[in-house]
Every structure is written in structure tokens, then in C-alpha cells.
């Protein structure tokens, strides 16, 4: 299964609100999206969704929401992304049927195995590099840990933790179909800017089925 080379998720602390970031990502030509805020309400992140498929449903792209398999089911979004506190991927997979992106964090080899039998789109690897964006991240895999990881998932495998446009090249040539980017798309001139960069570095793949 293909799956989209650069996988973006709205920053919490950028200035711009959720449904603006994920305009503009759209607009950039990214083609999957996660709604990420750990300290939305659920109404938040229901109003946020809807809201943010007004952006994304024309452009074909995809909106994926953090955590609340129960959001996502009734904002009509096009999946799940589950960490390994949060409800099981394959309750998530019963809920929302098997037309929804669901997608699981792993943090080791153990866990990726695991996952790598689930009922999940794909399997998301690391932090491959220290990481702001969380308040108490796991230990880092490195460049090795997502080779090794590589050669145990057969699913689409995404990059996640401290990816930069700096050693995003790296990081797909160690395995990951995608990278999980959030704060960096919006450092240089532009997020459009931003956008090429990263696609200019992925490999070359399909359109999302």
C-alpha cells in the first residue's frame, strides 16, 4: 500500500489556529493531516474537524484526528491515529469500519511488532530524534531503530519525533514511507516553501487511494 511521503499534524502552539494550520497545509499540497491538541476539550476537537473538512474534502486530501476515535467517528473524519495508552487500534478499527485511516504509535521493536498484526493503514516509528512536541518522550530510537524497524513492517511505516528537513533525507533512506512532521513545516520563508522541500526529498510515489 502506498502512503503519502509527508505526513502533517497541526502545532498547538503555533500562533494560527488548528483549522487555519490545516488550511494553509492544504493549500501546500499535503495530503494527510492529524489534528493534534492533547489539551482540546472533545467538543474543540469535534469543531475543529468539521470545520477542518472544508479544507480538505475538496483537495482530496485526508483528516486524521489525535487520539478520540470517538471525535473522529462523529465528525465524519478519514481516521485514527492511537498511541499506546489510548483505545486499541482494533476497538478504533470496529468502530469506524474498514474504510478509516487507523494508524498506531510504536516506541519499540516489541510494540512495532505488535502492531505490525493489527488491523491498522500503517505504523508510526520512534521518536527517531529528541523531540519538543511531547512532554515526557519516550527514549530515542535513532536511524538504527528505524532500520531495524523497517525490516519487521510490511505496513507503510511514518517517521515520528524531531523529523527536520535537515535529516529528513535520512530518515527515508533508513526505511519510513513517511516522515510526521509538525513545528518544522512552518520555519523558513513559508509553509508552501516548507512543503517542497520535503516532497522535492521523498521518494517518489502515487496518488492516495
Do not use: C
Amino acid at each position: 500500500m502506498w502512503f503519502p511521503s509527508l505526513y502533517a499534524l497541526t502545532d498547538a502552539s503555533a500562533t494560527r489556529s488548528h483549522v487555519d494550520q490545516v488550511g494553509e497545509l492544504v493549500g501546500a499540497g499535503v495530503t494527510i493531516i492529524q489534528i493534534r491538541d492533547k489539551q482540546a476539550s472533545g467538543r474543540e476537537l469535534f469543531e475543529m474537524a468539521v470545520a477542518s473538512l472544508e479544507f480538505t474534502r475538496p483537495a482530496g486530501a485526508k483528516l486524521i484526528v489525535n487520539d478520540r476515535v470517538d471525535v473522529a467517528l462523529a465528525a465524519g473524519a478519514d481516521g485514527v491515529h492511537v498511541g499506546q495508552d489510548d483505545l486499541p487500534a482494533n476497538a478504533a478499527r470496529e468502530i469506524l469500519g474498514p474504510a478509516a485511516i487507523v494508524g498506531v504509535s510504536t516506541h519499540s521493536l516489541l510494540q512495532a511488532t505488535a502492531a505490525a498484526e493489527l488491523p491498522v493503514d500503517y505504523v508510526a516509528f520512534g521518536p527517531i530524534f529528541a523531540t519538543s512536541t511531547k512532554v515526557n518522550p519516550d527514549p530515542v530510537v535513532g536511524i538504527e531503530g528505524l532500520a531495524a524497524a523497517r525490516s519487521i513492517v510490511a505496513l507503510p511505516l511514518v517517521a515520528i519525533g524531531g523529523i527536520t528537513i535537515e535529516n529528513a533525507a535520512a530518515v527515508y533512506a533508513s526505511g519510513a514511507d513517511s516522515v510526521a512532521v509538525v513545528s518544522d513545516l512552518r520555519k523558513g520563508a513559508s509553509v508552501d516553501a516548507r512543503v517542497r522541500a520535503y516532497l522535492a526529498l521523498s521518494p517518489s510515489r502515487g496518488p492516495l487511494p
